[in-house]
């Protein structure tokens, strides 16, 4: 029964899954979320009722953050109300930070989020440049894709040799 529930609700996260990104959700992403689940889905088999001492989720810090997911985790703990027998609202109540954290931790950033094309160019300090990217690509509210050479639809460059040859609106000069 517990497999069950669990195969379940991870087809409805792969239906809106779908719907959502036009892409459906990979295997490994389906395995992690289950995997994340079965904790949740196994005390609430056992338990069937939340006792208030969880911490709830901050929703504005959420929805400005990854708003299509906090919609997403929202919309499949409500669906999924029938499958674990509980009233929408507590069905909600239930699963959506643990949904919504399964989500952010294991969707691929390529598929849910536009790429941003980001050139890092620091010829003076090649150790800086690293630094940078390993800065930029720990932000992971976003889909970085880093290049390295100029070209016409980067989003971002980020050098010190001040390029007159690239947009001012992409460009971030950096100084010393």
Not at 132 to 149: C, D, H, K, S, Y
Request: charged share 25%; proline share 4%; hydrophobic share 45%.
């Amino acid at each position: 029964m517990l497999q069950r529930r669990l195969t379940d609700i991870v087809g409805v996260i792969g239906q809106y899954h779908e719907q959502y990104f036009n892409a459906p959700m990979s295997t490994v992403s389906a395995e992690k979320i289950k995997r994340d689940l079965f904790a949740l889905v196994l005390t609430f088999e056992l338990y069937a009722r939340d006792s208030g001492h969880r911490r709830r989720l901050d929703l504005c810090e959420a929805y400005r953050m990854y708003p299509v997911l906090v919609e997403m985790a929202l919309n499949v703990s409500r669906e999924i109300a029938p499958i674990v027998k509980q009233p929408v609202r507590e069905a909600e109540e239930l699963f959506y930070s643990y949904l919504f954290t399964a989500f952010v931790a294991h969707f691929d950033p390529a598929v849910i989020f536009p790429s941003i094309k980001v050139d890092i160019d620091i010829t003076y300090r090649p150790g800086l440049e690293v630094i940078l990217q390993r800065m930029i690509a720990g932000m992971v509210e976003f889909n970085i894709v880093f290049t390295n050479r100029f070209e016409d639809d980067v989003d971002l460059v980020i050098s010190d040799a001040m390029l007159t040859g690239v947009d001012r609106r992409y460009r971030f000069d950096w100084q010393h």
